[in-house]
């Protein structure tokens, strides 16, 4: 790969504008999430005397701009007296790479009459907690303590109608008072703390009764077993304690299949080995089927492609040669059905690298002349090139922990040569977004005359190499790894014919190619790169046009990200690669970042139990009062 002299000075030439072209279409990879929440060491505002905080939580989703309103999402439980609640409350989140989407999760202690007490507030942007190891974040609260946020694939399944009855439990109340029994249900997770069992659900409590008849349940399997009938759940009666510490009645481990049948003679409590009464289930009735897996792509599981080797690759990249696929090694093995998708390939650690090829030809105009397309502004205002590049490279940089970036350059003239794959800035690798826009803007001061014609070809070779290099090493560590081309041009390529077949060749590597065309050109003829489909070749391409989205960077990464969660899932597909465990991680090694300034005011005066969040937007109607059973919570007032 060439590379220019960093030192040399801006030329200035720019000669043989070229002719350009296209569009692009792409269904949308909507995924869903889990959130859970909790958090430690929040401040005691409690006081001397009573010395205990019942925290609970709000989450609210956080408007973008015209388009979405800030709305309640919801709230958790309230749980007595502790500064480190682990909330059984969870949310299910619609979250689409690309597209922002910020929550914020304010902590509170229940006051009297409705007087509650903010302990501080963490706000999130989704897509950073996913790109996070253990798929988890921490921030300081401003009132003391630290919040913890963790997503996770929501594993939709249908409801369980679930009703269940005590009888003759044995009482922990002492001689004149009885019990007052609830249960909780928790299921095994590895979490930040290790592998625990975690509360899931918590039913309502009844007061003074050893027989308790809890009220019927509905409860979704994608939070209460991802969906999975044989996954073990443990069933613990507690006696409600107002102070939050509640005793342990006895337990109980079955499973959502096993309820189903309603065992005649029930479940028997046990405690330390011995029996304290039995369940009786009334009621287990799954409501709704599991979804096929919407994600797998029957077209795409059906291309039976060959793999293709090639040259190791210095670290500074493009090597020169690309060896096509090798008819006579087969590098497929699909695994059809495995449900499977780009976020468990996230979760299990799959990072997602990022290159960036920028247009240097003469097209562009001379960079020194105000409102032409590489203009770099004195007052730092971005120009269409930098925009893009921040908008699409600050989502992708969530899911690659490294942030280290090739920049290549194309269509430019060193020492009289047009080269069409150098390398921009002094180092084979920038470091995050900011390092990519210093790199590109050191460009100018290499010595380059802008030239042409478009190719494509090299740098998208070159990305390839760089890709299979990527994943080789990280399949020797036991790891994984996908890498997207963000291609920047301002016009179409000089042969469609070559840059077609190349991308045929490098179509099952495992790279995505995203093409975003700059300025003000007749882009129609590029859809040939977006649409062109040729036989048993998976697509990796997707153009976009700069212009169509330039006021509104949200919907321009929104459009050229939407295929690269299928793209990734077919790559692996394809080889019968499944995801890996999920990430193990410790709480102590989460980063804590510093607390926020929220300016979120909510209003709990309503007689209506509607909390109100300022700034317009939804409300939430509750369907608890912070303890209603039909939200997994205990009732903290009875």
Same mark, same amino acid.
């Given at each position: 790969?060439?590379?220019?002299?960093?030192?040399?000075?801006?030329?200035?030439?720019?000669?043989?504008?070229?002719?350009?072209?296209?569009?692009?279409?792409?269904? !949308?990879?909507?995924?869903?999430?889990? /959130?859970?929440?909790?958090?430690?060491?929040?401040?005691?505002?409690?006081?001397?005397?009573?010395?205990?905080?019942?925290?609970?939580?709000?989450?609210?989703?956080?408007?973008?701009?015209?388009?979405?309103?800030?709305?309640? /999402?919801?709230?958790? &439980?309230?749980?007595?007296?502790? $500064?480190?609640?682990?909330?059984?409350?969870?949310?299910?989140?619609?979250?689409?790479?690309?597209?922002?989407?910020?929550?914020?999760?304010?902590?509170?202690?229940?006051?009297?009459?409705?007087?509650?007490?903010?302990?501080?507030?963490?706000?999130?942007?989704?897509?950073?907690?996913?790109?996070?190891?253990?798929?988890?974040?921490?921030?300081?609260?401003?009132?003391?303590?630290?919040?913890?946020?963790?997503?996770?694939?929501?594993?939709?399944?249908?409801?369980?109608?679930? !009703?269940?009855?005590?009888?003759? /439990?044995?009482?922990?109340?002492?001689?004149?008072?009885?019990?007052?029994?609830?249960?909780? @249900?928790? *299921?095994?997770?590895?979490?930040?703390?290790?592998?625990?069992?975690?509360?899931?659900?918590?039913?309502?409590?009844?007061?003074?009764?050893?027989?308790?008849?809890?009220?019927?349940?509905?409860?979704?399997?994608?939070?209460?077993?991802?969906?999975?009938? !044989?996954?073990?759940?443990?069933?613990?009666?507690?006696?409600?304690?107002?102070?939050?510490?509640?005793?342990?009645?006895?337990?109980?481990?079955?499973?959502?299949?096993?309820?189903?049948?309603?065992?005649?003679?029930? %479940?028997?409590?046990?405690?330390?080995?011995?029996?304290? =009464?039995?369940?009786?289930?009334?009621?287990?009735?799954?409501?709704? #089927?599991?979804?096929?897996?919407?994600? /797998?792509?029957?077209?795409?599981?059906?291309?039976?492609?060959?793999?293709?080797?090639?040259?190791?690759?210095?670290?500074?990249?493009?090597?020169?040669?690309?060896?096509?696929?090798?008819?006579? !090694?087969? =590098?497929?093995?699909?695994?059809?059905?495995?449900?499977?998708?780009?976020?468990?390939? @996230?979760?299990?650690?799959?990072?997602?690298?990022?290159?960036?090829?920028?247009?240097?030809?003469?097209?562009?105009?001379?960079?020194?002349?105000?409102?032409?397309?590489?203009?770099?502004?004195?007052?730092?205002?971005?120009?269409?090139?930098?925009?893009?590049?921040?908008?699409?490279?600050?989502?992708?940089?969530?899911?690659?922990?490294?942030?280290?970036?090739?920049?290549?350059?194309?269509?430019?003239?060193?020492?009289?040569?047009?080269?069409?794959?150098?390398?921009?800035?002094?180092?084979?690798?920038?470091?995050?977004?900011?390092?990519?826009?210093?790199?590109? *803007?050191?460009?100018?001061?290499?010595?380059?005359?802008?030239?042409?014609?478009?190719?494509?070809? &090299?740098?998208?070779?070159?990305?390839?190499?760089?890709?299979? #290099?990527?994943?080789?090493?990280?399949?020797?560590?036991?790891?994984?790894?996908?890498?997207?081309?963000?291609?920047?041009?301002?016009?179409?390529?000089?042969?469609?014919?070559?840059?077609?077949?190349?991308?045929?060749?490098?179509?099952?590597?495992?790279?995505?190619?995203? @093409?975003?065309? $700059?300025?003000?050109?007749?882009? *129609?003829?590029?859809?040939?790169?977006?649409?062109? *489909?040729?036989? =048993?070749?998976?697509? @990796?391409?997707?153009?976009?046009?700069?212009?169509?989205?330039?006021?509104? $960077?949200?919907?321009?990464?929104?459009?050229?990200?939407?295929?690269?969660?299928?793209?990734?899932?077919? %790559?692996?597909?394809?080889?019968?690669?499944?995801?890996?465990?999920?990430?193990?991680?410790?709480?102590?090694? $989460?980063?804590?970042?510093?607390?926020?300034?929220?300016?979120?005011?909510?209003?709990?005066?309503?007689?209506?139990?509607?909390?109100?969040?300022?700034?317009?937007?939804?409300?939430?109607?509750?369907?608890?009062?912070?303890?209603?059973?039909?939200?997994?919570?205990?009732?903290?007032?009875?």
């Amino acid at each position: 790969m060439f590379n220019p002299n960093s030192t040399s000075q801006l030329n200035g030439g720019y000669d043989n504008p070229s002719t350009h072209m296209p569009q692009p279409q792409g269904a !949308k990879s909507k995924m869903k999430l889990l /959130l859970t929440i909790n958090a430690t060491k929040l401040s005691n505002v409690g006081g001397i005397v009573n010395q205990h905080t019942d925290p609970f939580a709000i989450v609210t989703v956080l408007g973008s701009g015209l388009t979405t309103n800030t709305r309640v /999402l919801g709230s958790t &439980e309230v749980i007595n007296n502790t $500064i480190n609640p682990d909330w059984a409350e969870t949310f299910v989140l619609d979250y689409e790479l690309g597209k922002p989407l910020e929550i914020n999760i304010g902590v509170f202690h229940e006051g009297k009459k409705k007087k509650h007490v903010r302990l501080g507030d963490g706000t999130f942007d989704v897509g950073s907690i996913l790109g996070c190891t253990g798929n988890t974040k921490a921030k300081k609260l401003k009132g003391g303590g630290i919040l913890y946020a963790r997503v996770e694939k929501y594993k939709g399944a249908g409801t369980i109608r679930l !009703k269940m009855c005590g009888k003759k /439990l044995k009482n922990t109340d002492g001689l004149f008072n009885k019990s007052d029994p609830f249960y909780e @249900i928790k *299921r095994k997770d590895y979490t930040s703390k290790g592998m625990q069992w975690n509360t899931v659900f918590r039913s309502q409590v009844v007061k003074d009764n050893l027989n308790p008849n809890w009220p019927e349940e509905k409860i979704d399997l994608g939070k209460l077993c991802n969906g999975d009938k !044989k996954m073990s759940l443990t069933f613990d009666v507690l006696d409600f304690e107002s102070s939050g510490k509640h005793v342990l009645m006895g337990s109980f481990i079955t499973t959502v299949g096993e309820l189903e049948t309603k065992p005649s003679s029930g %479940y028997s409590l046990m405690k330390k080995g011995r029996k304290t =009464g039995t369940v009786m289930v009334e009621t287990a009735f799954v409501e709704g #089927k599991p979804k096929k897996n919407s994600n /797998l792509d029957p077209n795409m599981m059906a291309n039976q492609m060959a793999a293709f080797s090639m040259n190791d690759s210095p670290s500074d990249g493009y090597t020169g040669a690309y060896l096509p696929p090798n008819s006579n !090694k087969s =590098g497929f093995n699909s695994s059809p059905g495995v449900p499977s998708n780009f976020l468990d390939y @996230i979760q299990g650690g799959c990072k997602l690298n990022l290159c960036v090829g920028i247009d240097f030809t003469g097209s562009n105009g001379n960079p020194l002349q105000p409102g032409t397309l590489h203009y770099l502004s004195p007052d730092g205002r971005k120009n269409d090139y930098e925009s893009a590049i921040s908008g699409i490279g600050n989502v992708l940089m969530n899911f690659n922990g490294e942030q280290q970036v090739p920049v290549w350059g194309f269509g430019a003239k060193y020492g009289g040569s047009v080269r069409h794959c150098f390398q921009c800035g002094s180092s084979a690798k920038a470091n995050g977004i900011e390092g990519v826009l210093q790199s590109y *803007r050191q460009t100018f001061g290499s010595g380059l005359i802008m030239s042409g014609p478009t190719v494509f070809s &090299e740098v998208i070779f070159n990305a390839a190499s760089y890709a299979k #290099k990527s994943q080789d090493e990280s399949m020797r560590i036991g790891g994984q790894s996908y890498t997207v081309l963000l291609l920047l041009t301002d016009g179409c390529v000089s042969d469609v014919n070559t840059t077609i077949q190349c991308l045929d060749v490098v179509s099952d590597s495992p790279l995505s190619v995203i @093409i975003v065309g $700059i300025g003000n050109a007749d882009f *129609r003829g590029m859809t040939f790169l977006d649409d062109r *489909r040729t036989h =048993g070749k998976p697509d @990796i391409v997707d153009f976009v046009p700069f212009n169509a989205h330039q006021n509104n $960077i949200a919907s321009l990464t929104g459009a050229t990200l939407n295929e690269i969660p299928g793209q990734l899932e077919g %790559y692996f597909r394809r080889r019968g690669v499944m995801p890996l465990p999920p990430v193990k991680h410790n709480e102590n090694d $989460i980063y804590v970042e510093a607390a926020d300034n929220s300016n979120l005011s909510f209003d709990f005066s309503g007689t209506d139990g509607v909390i109100r969040v300022s700034g317009g937007g939804n409300n939430f109607q509750p369907n608890m009062a912070y303890g209603n059973p039909n939200a997994g919570a205990y009732n903290p007032s009875m």
